[in-house]
């Protein structure tokens, strides 16, 4: 079984690299199913605002600092940053490595990365929300919301929005496959502006990945999500980014969580530098880039204590009512997944080594690779690396023994 791979966007190089992975994108941990009458969650409560963080070396895991020393020590991952929120809201940052190969300067501490498509998380969270309030059921044909728009051509002519639904759009189990201006990688885009419609219409160019009359089939698509995010824009008649902010972000207080605005390629400072492999084998600074690529399927940034505090908001009920958190807890298989792991709406399920369930989602961006979990009592994990392509393994190893490491 290969590494999972993270990405926030289509990459068939990583596809080829990786054939065990993520086919079309990144991975997510969801969430078990919760009894529709309320939160079978344990401990979440106590969790829900932050009681203290621990200052350097106090309350500090040396496993884990450890752990995160040994993965930048041969510096292919130049700098990791992490935060633990225990089951009692304690929060402890740690560092590694560098956060600037050319100055040496210092890992920011819970400085700000591109989360990728851990913002698949938010705009699911999004669709939820509308389907709560009665705005649209998750049956919904995608037609009903965008008429005309989601028809196939060539290739992927036998895509019909007629016959896609929204929930199959957050289970990527609608057939729509992906888009193709990464083929050849960030470098020749990095700087190009894309709207949503033209990465949508891209993806309709190309082979459903099941033909009409088959069973579904579970295909990872980033596609999907940029198609939610229209959805989304279409039923509020509002921008996507302030849509998230106005339902998420300002409600449950993520100051350091953002959707970039249109040419936004920079990152808010603090951050560290996020590095590729090139072509001659050294890294390169890749931290400037227009994340519109991505959109709805992994646009946002935010620091990875922010992160944690979505997730216990997401698991105490503060984001969904228990009817829609339910529906995006129940999942299905994923192939190429780890045994033991399923994909919900927009999350996937992780079963721990130390046999503990953990929810929460991932991704990958040039420069950054992300991994978020929340247990069910409480503890939360975000763990990052400055650098997509390096010490994946590694990283999901230590992103599991930080989550055990409450047990």
Known sequence: MGVPVFSMVNRPTRESRSPGGWRRGVIAAAVASVAAAGLA?????????????????????????????????DGTLPGALMSVRDRHGRVTDYTAGVGEIRTGAKVPTDGYVRIASNTKMFTAVVILQLVGEGKMALTDPVEKFLPGVVRGIGAGAAIDGRRMTIEQLLQHTSGLGTYTFLNGGI??????????????????????????????????????????GLVAQ?????????????????????????????????????????????????????????????????????????????????????????????????????????????????????????GVTAYGHGGDADGFQSRVGITTDGRAVTLVGTNEDAKEGEMLALFDKALCAGK
Request: glycine letters at 10%; proline letters at 9%.
């Open 41 to 73: 969650v344990a401990g979440v409560g106590v969790a829900s605002a932050d009681v203290s963080k621990a200052s350097a070396g106090k309350g500090r895991d040396k496993a884990l600092q450890a752990a995160l020393d040994e993965i930048v020590k």
């Open 187 to 228: 470098l020749p885009i990095r700087n190009r502006f894309f709207e949503p419609r033209e990465l949508l219409d891209s993806a309709l160019t190309q082979p459903p990945t099941y033909t009409p009359g088959q069973d579904p089939v579970w295909s990872y698509s980033n596609a999907g999500y940029v198609a939610l």
């Open 234 to 354: 279409k039923v509020t008649g509002r921008p996507l980014a302030e849509v998230i902010t106005d339902r998420i972000l300002k409600p449950i207080g993520l100051r350091e969580t953002y959707y970039p605005g249109p040419g936004e390629r920079d990152i808010r400072t603090p951050h560290p530098q996020g590095y590729l492999m090139g072509q001659d084998g050294k890294l390169m600074d890749i931290t400037r880039f227009d994340p519109a690529i991505a959109g709805a399927a992994g646009q946002m940034i935010a620091t990875p204590t922010d992160m944690n505090k979505f997730l216990v908001a997401l698991q105490d009920g503060r984001l969904l009512k228990p009817r829609e958190l339910a529906e995006m807890r129940r999942t299905v298989s994923a192939p190429g997944f780890p045994e033991g792991w399923s994909y919900g709406l927009g999350t996937i399920k992780f079963e721990l080594s130390c």
